[in-house]
């Protein structure tokens, strides 16, 4: 039996505003928000703990690569590292890999690419030594016919509101814990 799709609260505009603005500075205090959007603190505060209650927000720390400091950092080879691993898996090994690809910690994002069997992860690693030993255990999963990996030289363009936090299947394991 498929399970039901959770329900959400109703959000708005002023929801989405906070999301953005939090997604492109988690760091920003809820004061600054609230100026930028014409709100008082307490409403930036409200929202965002009704917003993560309802698992639609979720802030955790992650390792930024577009700070002037990461850039020195990156330069030197001394991190942190953002990889793009393209893996074609054997007949009938795709749903092998992709659990045991989900059971790396430092794979951040997996996903189906449209050449199936294909997936792809990305990882952001704190050396170019971890990069490898991540490769080297990818390389070693039972199913895998050929992997290749990118290493990100430089950011370019990042919008963390462009891509979800999480699926709606994470979603709905949330709200039956």
Do not use: W
Not at 78 to 84: E, I, K, T, V
Not at 134 to 140: E, K, R, S, W, Y
């Amino acid at each position: 039996m498929p399970a039901e799709a959770p329900e959400y609260p109703s959000t708005d505009q002023l929801d989405r505003d906070i999301a953005v603005m939090l997604a492109q500075d988690a760091r920003q205090s809820f004061r600054k928000i609230a100026a930028d959007l014409g709100v008082t603190e307490g409403t930036v505060r409200g929202r965002v703990k009704r917003l993560q209650s309802a698992g639609l927000l979720k802030l955790v720390p992650i390792i930024g690569i577009d700070r002037p400091t990461d850039a020195a950092a990156i330069s030197q080879g001394n991190g942190p590292h953002m990889m793009f691993i393209t893996v074609r898996c054997a007949n009938g090994r795709l749903d092998h890999v992709r659990e045991a690809l989900l059971a790396i910690p430092q794979v951040s994002a997996l996903y189906d690419a449209n050449a199936t069997p294909r997936l792809v992860a990305v990882c952001i690693l704190p050396s170019l030594d971890h990069a490898a030993e991540v490769m080297n255990q990818i390389l070693a999963l039972d199913g895998i016919r050929e992997a290749e990996s990118e290493l990100v030289l430089q950011s370019v363009k990042y919008n963390a509101a462009v891509g979800p936090i999480a699926t709606l299947e994470d979603l709905a394991l949330q709200s039956s814990d």
